[in-house]
């Protein structure tokens, strides 16, 4: 199959790699893209432009920041193919997404390039699970793949949040030297994970923690512990 990829940053990479090494063709659009992009689209064919990555692929996968996949899904609303938001958003964004499409698969990406899993919901979702076929990517069909992604992110990028909250804190009131001497060595290492990734990531979290903070209050569960981790990787 003709797949489309929107765009290869280091997730979406892994995602068109995969697909690739299973026997079909990329297509990603370099326009506007940075020369850092076009060297990790090197395995896939560029067709110039999003609107001529719509026009020729038979599916497209949106794999951006959270913070832009529904404007994206507007934007591109009437294509014809099988469109697969495989971003971090909460359900509720993710059926406003679809509702652009008339065939749409919901997908939520745990873990990290090259070989996350990639769980799929949806009519479609086991059309576009099969074109990982003998690919590093394992898919698995779930019921709601962006709520699932939701509970997952929100213990992991939560809890570092908070880790480097209270790192802030205990520096702010001049209590760091005791407070590290009692943390385990576990803690100073999952910290020293959380600075590095925040420091790599933490501007794409930002949308993210905000749709955990709307995932959680659309299910009457508090948001407030998403929306503090969303100042935390603003800072």
Known sequence: MIV?????????????????????????????????TTARAEAFTDAGTAAEVVRRAEVVFSVIPPHAA???????????????????VAPATAREAGSNF???VDGGIIGGPPDPHLYLSGGEAETVAALFAGSPIETRVVRDASALKCAYAG???GSAALLLAMRAYAEATGVWDALAAEWPRELHE?????ERSAAKKGWRWIG????????????DLPPGFHEAAAQIYER
């Open 70 to 88: 529904l404007a994206t899904a507007r934007e591109l609303g009437g294509y014809s193919g099988i469109y697969v938001d495989a971003n971090a």
């Open 102 to 104: 008339a065939r749409f």
């Open 4 to 36: 489309g990829l929107l765009h290869p940053g280091e997730m979406g990479t892994a995602v068109g790699n995969a697909v690739v090494a299973a026997g079909h063709e990329v297509l990603w659009a370099s326009e506007g893209r940075s020369a850092e």
């Open 155 to 157: 213990w992991t990028k």
């Open 190 to 194: 999952r910290l020293a994970a959380a």
């Open 208 to 219: 993210e923690m905000r749709e955990i903070a709307a995932a959680l209050e659309a299910e």
